[in-house]
Each structure stands twice: as structure tokens, then as C-alpha cells.
RNA sequence: GGCCCCGUAGCUCAGCGGUUAGAGCAGACGACUCAUAAUCGUUUGGUCCUCGGUUCGAAUCCGAGCGGGGCUACCA
């Protein structure tokens, strides 16, 4: 479709034993921010997101609700994919786990890996709680006083498992780290690994006995294998990487991760080790195992967390902003005016960011009611009131004050490279800057004021065309975050983005035309009033 | 316990050795009236957590303390 160089975005892919909330609908609209970004920008993009669907606490939940896993499964994965259409994801593919095509190259890394010897069967000694039927880490134990869940003392276990031989790798991955700075993003991230790269190396399970909703580990079929190489590796099933028979795309996706592009994936904070660790020593375990075709990842990105009202989320105090409260926000404000506060405010940095009512209102009044909104009221209310609602032309060599073609160049060019360095609310901020340097010339150039004499009508055409022409660009510049809102911001200044369009063609200044006809419309974003109550989800049950 | 980060205006944060410490939002005042009581300008506001040290000079470097937070790998 697009003749750009590939880029390859991706999100995590979300565990079925949770409802989708915040988290995983936050993670999942920075992705398709990128991926939206970088279509207009030209780029070639695969956008992948998907649910993680094996595992005990799956199958555990699944066996209490008298399902079975793959029933309960199917369910969730229905929520996610629900959840995400809502959010106006863009995503190329919807991986699952227990797809066909996902299990067969799984197991063809499995026996891979056995055979190059870097997956080998060990034993196994930890803490157990047999209460819980599973194992606690060393940490958790201590912080029990190795008492389990039944106030019973834990109990030293021991059983075989598979192992990946992560010590081999672990001084490769230290160095691409150490080599390479935007390997794990952002820098904060980044130094923890390193800290924990200096800790001593260990082996990684990768196989378990006690329970069956997993992958069958090949040539010894009571083990299954899980999330390590399970999860990881959805983001090459999808694309048919490991097997292309199995990914069933004849070939087509195999360019978004061969070295010619960029691969980005978008994780939170809470996976980052598998993804900045063992994520590529698979990766290095695979080429060494012959398969010098897969390439490592260009950046890991981990994003924080949101938080509530200045404090954590949880279960215990009930402050979670599920679904519900999702769409109870998007029923007033709209969906994009959700995006652009999940885009602009998130804790894309090292630390969380507060989702706060008080905090919603004030940014979505500055930036899109009073900011954006309130700008292209004006201007298309000013071109209807004297010009008929047709865009005017301008004067020859009219110097009003403002080179709008430098102005606009620059800020695209701000927005790319801030997009570029997964900068998004750097990114956005561009484009709002330029409906606020619109906003500063109407009251330098008062337009409305010259209008009061007929003979002033070529300079009012002239300030209105460029305001026109410049909130036309901010539009374009703010639709990755708001698609709808600013298709509709388009669509009044008779300026609909067509297909094939790129972000260098739609920044072009001049591409106006004069007399194109422009409607002003209700309020794009219309003003909102902290004294009303917080929108509040009521619970569907379902 | 170990490793690491942060504490700067009411709020969110930038500045990380050198002129009178900045931005956005909120507040106050003024201008304007095309616009969603919007916009534009001016402006109020800070022992830069505390104490000690290094330095000609520290928010910025070092030490101690107080306060907050993160990571600690076999949980998906």
C-alpha cells in the first residue's frame, strides 16, 4: 500500500484473565498515535496488538466459572478487541496466543532452541505454597516470612523444568544496552536494566508441569511452555518470521522486521525486563541457532502508569478507571478529547502521571475548547460573516507579519522529529502551536475591526485566508491523536484529507484553494465546566 | 537488605556550575469584541526539602539528614 520504509509498532499483548482498563487501553492509544503519525508521515507501518491467552490463572478461572480455558479465553479476547475498536485503534492484526499460527512457530522455537542446546531441562527449587498451588519468588517469600496465603510455612520445592540459558546472553545484552542508548527508553528505564545487568546472571525457567494451558514443549509433551517465549514471541508469529507457512501472509509482512525499517514495541513498565533482557537474548539464541535472518527490535519503550486522584489504583480501593468510566468520559467529552488527554498528559516518561477530573477539564478548556476549538470558530464564523462562507484569496505580496510557510515548516518538522524519538505529547504540542500563533494574529491583525470598511475587504480576505490555511495544517498535525474531531475540522474548511495524501503534501502551505466553501458549525469541543460531577461509569454487570 | 530516581511558583514540570531561576495551567489587572464568558497583553507568586562542605560563584557538584517513589528477574 504504501511505498515508505517499514515501521513496526507494537503493544503489548494483554492477559485474558483481566478486563481491559486504562492501562491497557492507554498503551494501546499511544501505539496507534505512532501508527497513525507515521502512515502520514509515508511511512510503511504494521501496527500489531493481541492477548496473551495461556497460563494457570487462566486455566484456574476458567475451571472455577465451569468453562473452558479456551472458552474463557475466546470471552475476554472479545472484550479486548471491543475495548480497542472503541478506542478507534488502527491496528493491522489481532494476535492470540492459541492461534494455530502462533502455537506451531512456537514450538518450532521450542525445538530449535533444544536442539542449539540453549533451552535445556534443569531443575527447579523454590518456594512453594501449596495452598495456592504455586510457586512464590524468593522476594515475595521473604516479605511473607515464608508463611503461604493459609498461614501455613512455605515449603521448599523442587521440580524439572526447561531453562533458557540466559547466562549466555547476559553480557551481549548488557552490551547492546550499554552500546546502543535508545535500546530501552526512555534513559531512566534504561539505567535500571543496566543496574540490574551488573546483579548476577541466572537461567530462566521456561516450562512448567503443574498445569496444562500452555504450548506443549515438543518431544516432551507434560511440559508446557509460557509467557517468556510464549508471549515474546507473538510479535515475529504475527508477521510469519519463524515459519512462514505457519503465518499464513505469503510473505508480505516478512519486510516490517528485516533490518530495513524500525520495530518499536510499546510495553509498560511492569514487563520491561523481559522485553529489554531476555527478549533479545532469544533473539541472539535464535541466530545462534542459525537463523541469522531475525533481527533485535530497534527500541523498547516503557511507559509508566496512571495513576488516580494522586494515588495508586487497586482493587482494594476501587479507583480503577475501567471501561465504564472510559466511555462515561468519552459520552461527554468525546473520544478524542480522551485521546488527546491520554496522549498529551501520560506517563510516557519514567515517572506516573495522574488522571485527575479537576486535570481532564482544565486541559481539554486550554487546548480544545478554548484553544483549538474557539480559533476555528472564529475564523470559519469570520469567513461566512464576510466573505459568504467561501475562502478568500489573498493580496499579492501581502507581509501581514507572519511567515506562515517558515512557521509551519518549522513546527512540522518539531512534530516528525518529536514523533520520531516517541515523543507524543511533544509531538501534538506542535500542531496546537500552531491554532495558537492563529489566535495571536487574529488579535494582532483584528480582521474584524478592518471589516467595518468595505474598502479594507482584500486585507480581511488575506488574514483569513492564512488563518484558514494554518488551522487547515494544525488539524492535520493534531488528527493522529483526534482523527474524528479533526476530520471534522477538515471537513468544514472544505479540506478533506484523500486517500494517498502524505503529511508532506497536506503540510504544503498554499494548498488552500480560494473559494472553497467553509462551514463554521456547532462547537468542535464545546466548552466544559468543572462544578459538573465527575462522569461516572454505571457498572453493565455483563 | 541491595541498586536507583525524585523533592524548584497554588498545580504539572523544565533548568543540572556562571548575568535579576523559567514554561504551561490556575489567580489578578488591562486590551479587544470575530469567537465556545472564548482571545491577546501585562502581572502576582519561589528560604530552588534541611543542614554542612567544595568553589571567585551552587537549584546545579560532594556529604549527612528528612520526605516521596521505582526496580529487586522464574507472576501472567
Redesign the pocket.
Known sequence: MSSGRPFYITTPIY???DRPHVGSCYTTIVADCIARFMRLAGRDVFFLTGT???????EKSAAEKGKSPQELADENARHFREAFEFIGSTHDDFIR?TEDRHEKQVQEVLKALIASGDIYLGE?E?WYDEGQE???????ARERDYTAFNGKPLVKATEQ?Y?FR?TKY?DRVRKLIEENETFVRPA?KR???L??L????????VS?TNFSW?IPVPGDEQHVT???I??LMNYMTALGKIDEGFGGVGGSRQKYWDGSGEVVHLIG??????HA??WPALIMALEDAGRDDLKLPTTVYAH?FWIRE?K?MSKTLGNFIDLETIHAYCDRYGLDAFRWYMLT?GPL??????FAYE?FV??Y???????????????T??IA?YFGGEVPLQEENADLGVDWPATIAQKTAEAVSAMGAVDVAGALKAGLEVS?AV??F???T????L??DEANLPRVGTILYQCAEALRIAAVLMRPAMPDAMDAALERLGSPIRDGQTLQDLTRWGLLRPGTSVE?GD?????ADAKDPEPSGVKTGA
Do not use: C
Open positions: 492477559y485474558v484473565n496473551d491467552e495461556h497460563g494457570q490463572k487462566v496466543t527447579f523454590g504455586e510457586y512464590v519468588t524468593e522476594n515475595q523444568n531453562y540466559l547476559w531512566g539505567s535500571e536494566v543496574g540490574r551488573k546483579d548476577e546472571a541466572r537461567d530462566v525457567p512448567r500452555g509460557y509467557v517468556w510464549d508471549a513498565k511492569e514487563i520491561l525486563w523481559f533482557v531476555i509508566s494522586g495508586k498528559q516518561s519514567a515517572t506516573d502521571a495522574d486535570h482544565e486541559v478548556n486550554a487546548d480544545l475548547a478554548n484553544g483549538f476549538g474557539n480559533a476555528h470558530s472564529r475564523v464564523n469570520m460573516k495558537n489566535d495571536l487574529i488579535n494582532e483584528a480582521p474584524f475591526r471589516a467595518k463554521k462547537a468542535l469541543f464545546p466548552r
